[in-house]
């Protein structure tokens, strides 16, 4: 096989086998098994890129092609990738051998689909690799992607995109690219751009140089930066561009049109045309995501009497997967969809693409037209576009005839007072169109100035617009005032913001200790200077320095060699006024002095024995009044609590003698019992209150009996005390 290979190998910058010429797969040296997989699925004869780019790809040439959409680029590189593998014998223990990148997840998938019907003959293993597939993050059984890691180490072909391969290269143990062979870009020029393109950057460090590259697009770029990034050498790189000539850019089966329509009237055109239109299959191309949340979520409520749906970024993968099926396979029906679905999807039968808002460029219009008319069979497709808008489309140089329609006024349809209705009824219908109108506004910022140059946003009806998605008032568009550009902010959305954030400390911890050296410095210059009272504000007036007096006195030399001076106390004079006879103050100076010292003596020393002892001796005093203190302070609690016990039995005794007959002994028994129980602590007390309580005659005399008890108790206390 590698003997054919070599001896059928074309010539450089050459076509195979011409430019429409009908050849069969089976003409190609390719092995029994990657026929046997084209043939079961009724892939026998090949297109103008594949008969352009296979033979150049199977001779191990790196491939530059361009075609356009719907040509069959999707078997141009998945046969070369089969072929190259089982020449080498590829198994699972060497790994990975061949990488298909991917802009968008259902590309890749659609691309995993492919590669299953055409590979299922040989023995090579396959992985689809995406992201998004599980939510569940918590859940290690349900990881997809600690699932993944199990089984890419051995997976001989993967087709990912490039943001979880980048994840496997940098976390995944013992997964290795290093004898990889083939590296392949589907819609290159997209993965090349700015939101790509620092991970495929990041990506191209782990894989060999050695390898062989193919990159495949509608709208192929050329950029020798480009090129130089993929270590590819512009000079060696085979292009394949089999639809350059063509006066046309698009498919000749494609009819291609626009329609002149007030921003304001874009929503009931749609709706008008859709009402029109209910037997096709229909894609509806918008700028924003909340844009088409909005329009889905609008029609479904005005029920145009076809099946809605919606596609865009913001929905998870699995729910964008069961939109992408569903659309599929429902033969009438409209999806709302950003530029997600506007790269390398092939829905069947796709008969309309609307764009509601014009692409941001003539590139983007070809891959959303692209949608239908794919693979020899027909489409059709529509702009609305503003006034405004058509000014600047009609400057692209585009190889595609546009043709200009008008709108026929008795098919069409206001649904803008319902529209209005049915978002204030709804408050969450009212968010999505309020999300929906910044949305667009932000998009037409975001346009590139090469292609909408002449575009001013500030001269739209934008207020018009606003009360035809249903809104009151027009929102608040600060943001006019900080444009960026497109590639601006896609580069900004790519940022990692915690590396960003850990930089920015790391930044802002150099500088602040930068500043701390520098004020240090500032400071130290200061002080080894001389000041200059005319420069500076804080001066010093004197500098003092100790030298020997004349009369001999070596108090300043002691201080200068370090010796302590004995410390002195001196006790200021008290001074206290007087007044005589007379009237006349007269001044006494009271001075506190030193029983060991002379009354002339103006300082004193201090006994620091006597003055320890004297302390001892009054903290000594100080503890004994507080002890006896509270010790009296008990003892009146205590007196305090016997009063009211027998407050409680003299009002108990005067109730039962109001029962009973005066002078019972059973009373009496019961009181004389209950006054030993209460008083067994202090006897002398207990002995006074008994008397005192059995000789008063009745309950009034009992209580002035009480407070004459308290008072005996107190005093006996104090006087004890």
């Excluded at 001896?7 to 011409?18: H, I, K, L, S």
């Excluded at 429409?20 to 990657?34: D, E, I, K, R, Y």
């Excluded at 043709?403 to 209005?420: D, G, M, W």
Aim: aromatic content about 6%; charged content about 30%; some cysteine.
């Amino acid at each position: 096989m590698k003997a054919r290979i070599e001896a059928e190998c074309p010539a450089r910058g050459t076509v195979p086998f011409g430019k429409n010429a009908v050849v069969a797969f089976g003409s190609l040296p390719l092995s029994q098994s990657t026929l046997q997989g084209l043939e079961s699925n009724a892939y026998t004869t090949m297109t103008s890129i594949q008969s352009g780019s296979i033979p150049h790809a199977l001779a191990g040439r790196d491939i530059l092609a361009s075609a356009k959409t719907g040509s069959g680029k999707t078997l141009s590189f998945l046969v070369p990738v089969l072929e190259h593998l089982n020449r080498e014998g590829w198994s699972a223990q060497d790994g990975v051998g061949a990488i298909v990148l991917s802009p968008t997840r259902e590309l890749a998938g659609q691309i995993f689909a492919v590669l299953r019907k055409i590979g299922k003959f040989h023995r090579f293993s396959a992985g689809l690799v995406i992201g998004g597939q599980n939510k569940n993050r918590n859940a290690e059984q349900n990881n997809d992607f600690q699932q993944e890691q199990q089984s890419i180490v051995s997976t001989n072909i993967i087709v990912c995109t490039p943001g979880r391969l980048l994840q496997h290269l940098e976390q995944t143990p013992y997964f290795n690219v290093d004898g990889l062979q083939m590296l392949v870009l589907d819609e290159a020029d997209r993965i090349l751009d700015l939101g790509f393109r620092d991970q495929l950057v990041k990506i191209l460090d782990y894989v060999p140089t050695s390898r062989q590259t193919l990159l495949f697009s509608a709208t192929q770029t050329k950029d020798v930066k480009h090129l130089a990034t993929l270590s590819i050498n512009r000079k060696t790189v085979e292009y394949v561009g089999v639809h350059d000539q063509d006066e046309v850019a698009t498919p000749s089966q494609l009819k291609q049109s626009y329609v002149v329509v007030p921003l304001e009237h874009k929503l009931n055109c749609v709706y008008s045309f859709l009402k029109t239109h209910l037997k096709s299959k229909t894609i509806v191309f918008m700028a924003s995501c909340s844009q088409v949340r909005h329009a889905w979520d609008l029609f479904c409520r005005l029920r145009p009497g076809v099946s809605v749906l919606a596609i865009h970024g913001k929905l998870s993968q699995p729910k964008r997967m069961q939109v992408y099926d569903k659309f599929s396979n429902t033969p009438y029906s409209v999806l709302f969809a950003t530029d997600v679905a506007s790269r390398g999807l092939d829905f069947p039968n796709v008969d309309w693409v609307l764009q509601v808002d014009a692409p941001e460029d003539q590139d983007m219009y070809i891959h959303r037209v692209g949608r239908t008319a794919r693979f020899r069979k027909e489409g059709q497709a529509m702009m609305i576009l503003d006034p405004r808008e058509e000014t600047c489309v009609k400057k692209w140089e585009m190889k595609t005839p546009i043709q200009k329609k008008s709108i026929n006024p008795t098919k069409t349809v206001l649904v803008t007072q319902r529209a209005a209705s049915l978002v204030a009824e709804d408050v969450t219908l009212h968010q999505l169109a309020k999300k929906a109108f910044v949305s667009y506004v932000r998009s037409l910022t975001l346009l590139p100035k090469q292609a909408w140059m002449d575009l001013n946003i500030r001269e739209l009806n934008l207020e018009s617009y606003a009360v035809s998605l249903g809104l009151a008032h027009l929102p608040s568009l600060e943001f006019l005032d900080k444009v960026t550009t497109r590639e601006e902010k896609r580069e900004s959305k790519n940022v990692n913001r915690k590396l960003q954030k850990l930089k920015e400390q790391i930044r802002l911890e150099k500088e602040k200790k930068r500043m701390k050296r520098t004020q240090d410095d500032m400071v130290k210059e200061t002080r080894n200077d001389e000041p200059d009272d005319d420069e500076n504000i804080l001066v010093v007036r004197a500098r003092h320095e100790y030298k020997q007096s004349d009369d001999g006195d070596d108090q300043a030399d002691r201080a200068v060699e370090g010796i302590r001076q004995p410390k002195k106390i001196r006790i200021e004079s008290r001074k206290s006024v007087k007044f005589g006879e007379d009237g006349q103050e007269e001044e006494k100076v009271l001075q506190l002095r030193n029983e060991n010292h002379d009354d002339n003596d103006d300082e004193i020393g201090l006994d620091t024995e006597k003055l320890e002892h004297d302390n001892i001796a009054y903290m000594d005093q100080v503890r004994k009044r507080l002890e006896q203190t509270q010790q009296l302070d008990k003892d009146e609690e205590r007196a305090r609590i016997r009063a009211k016990h027998q407050k409680r039995r003299l009002k108990e005794k005067s109730q039962l003698d109001d029962d009973r007959p005066a002078g019972s002994a059973a009373v009496l028994a019961s009181s004389n019992s209950h006054d030993d129980d209460d008083n067994d602590d202090d006897d002398s007390v207990s002995s006074a209150s008994s008397s005192s309580s059995s000789s008063s005659p009745s309950s009034s005399d009992g209580e002035m009996g009480l407070k004459a008890q308290e008072d005996i108790a107190l005093t006996l206390i104090r006087g004890t005390s």
